[in-house]
């Protein structure tokens, strides 16, 4: 649960640089979040945020090696077809 909850963490930073344009930092928190907590269930989104980040930055064979690892990983991932969109409200607590 804590290590979930630290993986959690970090892509909520990630999303937060993403939304300013600051797309290295999102990377470096995402790379973070797969390397230290690589068995959550934020290594998906951590990896579709490297991928957008990398993209961001022309960085193509970064994007290219993280979108391969992603597409490997969770071939029906739901980040393909909505991105970083939520469409839950972020008060919702249960």
Known sequence: Y????LASLELHVARYYMKRGAYLAAA???QYAVLNYPDTP?????LFI???AYDALGLTDLRDDAERVMRKNFPNSEYYVRGLDRQEPWWKLW
């Open 28 to 30: 470096n928190r995402a």
């Open 42 to 46: 934020a290594t998906e989104e951590a």
């Open 2 to 5: 804590l290590v979930n909850a």
């Open 50 to 52: 490297m991928v957008k």
